[in-house]
């Protein structure tokens, strides 16, 4: 990938010098968090394994039982990982842990590779450890448990890295890189992959132009293609199933972004360091660039404008970074409100200061070129600004309690209660007018007639049993319908609706069916919608394409 034997002591230094950063990690039990479902989302796609439900999309236990489309919007990719993880006999939530803590080094080396490829090593040292101790990566992790959105901290510099090689040397194995990487942002976080876009375009704009390479504009757009379409089996129903599930609740009340614009003290003074909440003023809750890194961010500027002549091109580089940087600073001000009400896009990022994630890279990226334009001080400079990161920083980097407890905790009593219903309207179906109280029962609902229930099993897509109808009967099944069930009586479809309310206090667009007089094997399943299906052939395709690729380099490399 670009890390060689050359660099490997690099590598080492980067992996030991931040230790610290997920050090508290490293023991038996857990810790709380904001985002207290991590565990839980694992635990749910594993279910999905066990039933082979891949890709994954319904879940069993959400909605309190009654099975939620969580990974048809909520991206999946990192809970794969934590499933295969718990395969192989790792806990639920020591997996998350183990995440969590690879997150923190693939993220150093990422960027370490990224900078390396064209500032050379120090630079890259110096970068990927400011990349690491910067308050947002402590309040990642140890405050929000933000797992999917602190990964996608890994992916940004893959991404440039991918774009840079790919235009330097035309090298198809950077086509495949850059495919891949943009594929694993979509699938990682969504969200991200909207407010950092507009910066990767930039990055490869600059160096299309540099390089003289207008021709290769259309490989880039080709290879960028063949990354949406690996993700497409995801990116589809995000987009064009929305308007199946209750979002409401994503955009009101806490979660309106207009609450939640910072500072300009919060984004570059504030050494505050707490576990709260953002929009409470008497909560805690460090926003900040990092003093360091925005502080090293304006030395770039000042040796970018003294280099200009001698380093046209990387202080042109480093102008352009910098004007990203400031208009994404501008984005996390009350000031750009005005820009936030016209792409109602945005609103989905719920809080402003997410832009923090592409904040803290550009700035990272900044430091490496300060340090390489600082000539002769370039080490006094980077050993400086290290050892300044990891004095004010190190102190973020602890969890606010520690819990003795393992997944047979986990996932029982209270503690499941609550995984069961957190952020329970976030993707309600639709036909549900509000969430359930109650968890769902284990058995049909009999409305009408006589049935006896047998063998009743619930998957993670699926609910199925036997049913001696010895009275014409109305059965209510404890499942959300939702686009793509299909109900079976003996391989027949039969038709359902969700209407039937009887005996709730809100309707909760249940699956109900009729059934006559007979003996029947029921099955109940999540099938694929054409939506669900474009996006998984897409998929499958892409894949094929890239495995015809990865085959076409390695045949030509062993000639």
């Not at 540099?210 to 880039?220: A, D, G, P, S, T």
């Not at 500072?263 to 460090?286: A, I, T």
């Amino acid at each position: 990938m670009g890390i060689n034997k050359k660099n490997i002591v690099w590598v080492i230094l980067v992996t030991l010098l931040i230790i610290p950063t997920f050090w508290k990690l490293v023991r038996p039990g857990f810790f709380s968090m904001q985002d207290d479902l991590q565990a839980f989302r694992i635990y749910e796609m594993d279910k999905c394994f066990d039933d082979g439900q891949i890709p994954c999309r319904w879940v069993p236990d959400a909605g309190y039982r009654y099975g939620y489309p969580q990974f048809n919007y909520y991206p999946p990719s990192i809970y794969y990982v934590g499933a295969i993880m718990h395969r192989i006999g790792i806990q639920y939530i020591d997996a998350v842990k183990i995440l969590f803590i690879l997150g923190y080094i693939v993220s150093a080396l990422t960027m370490f590779l990224l900078i390396n490829s064209f500032l050379g090593p120090w630079p890259a040292f110096v970068s990927s450890i400011l990349y690491s101790y910067v308050p947002y990566k402590a309040v990642e992790v140890f405050v929000r448990g933000a797992m999917s959105e602190f990964w996608a901290l890994s992916i940004f510099p893959l991404i440039f890295w991918a774009a840079y090689k790919l235009i330097k040397t035309e090298k198809k194995k950077y086509f495949i890189w850059f495919s891949i990487s943009i594929a694993l942002l979509i699938t990682t976080h969504s969200l991200m992959t909207l407010i950092f876009a507009p910066v990767a375009v930039l990055w490869v704009i600059y160096w299309i132009f540099i390089e003289k390479k207008w021709r290769f504009v259309l490989k880039i757009v080709l290879s960028g293609l063949l990354g949406i379409g690996l993700s497409a089996f995801f990116l589809l129903p995000v987009i064009l199933e929305k308007k199946f599930v209750h979002v409401e609740s994503m955009l009101s009340g806490y979660f309106d972004y207009r609450a939640h614009f910072i500072s300009l003290y919060k984004l570059f003074v504030s050494r505050e360091w707490g576990y709260g909440s953002s929009g409470f003023p008497k909560e805690l809750l460090n926003l900040s660039t990092g003093m360091v890194q925005w502080l090293i961010g304006i030395m770039a500027v000042i040796l970018g404008i003294l280099n200009r002549k001698k380093e046209r091109k990387l202080a042109l580089l480093l102008f352009i970074l910098a004007g990203a940087e400031l208009i994404t600073l501008f984005m996390m001000h009350m000031k750009s409100s005005f820009i936030w009400t016209k792409l109602p896009v945005l609103w989905w990022l719920q809080f402003p200061w997410r832009y923090l994630s592409v904040s803290i890279f550009l700035l990272s990226i900044l430091s490496g070129l300060a340090v390489y334009l600082s000539s002769k001080a370039k080490y006094v400079l980077g050993s400086l600004a290290i050892i300044v990161a990891i004095i004010l920083n190190i102190g973020f980097f602890v969890p606010k309690d520690w819990l003795a407890i393992k997944d047979s905790d986990k996932f029982s009593g209270i503690s499941w209660q609550k995984q069961m219903t957190i952020s329970i309207f976030d993707y309600l179906p639709i036909y549900a007018k509000l969430p359930p109280i109650t968890e769902a029962l284990k058995l049909p609902e009999i409305l009408d007639g006589s049935v006896n229930t047998s063998d009743y099993k619930k998957g993670s897509n699926f609910q199925i049993g036997k049913f001696e109808v010895t009275e014409d009967a109305v059965i209510r099944l404890p499942l959300f319908d939702f686009p793509g069930m299909l109900v079976k009586a003996n391989g027949q479809t039969v038709k359902h609706n969700h209407d039937d309310c009887r005996n709730e206090e809100f309707c909760l667009g249940l699956i109900s069916f009729k059934l006559l007089k007979g003996d029947y094997n029921i099955e109940v399943r999540l099938t694929n919608t054409p939506v669900r299906k474009i996006g998984n052939y897409l998929t499958l395709t892409s894949i094929i394409v890239l495995i015809w690729l990865i085959i076409r380099k390695n045949g030509k490399t062993s000639k």
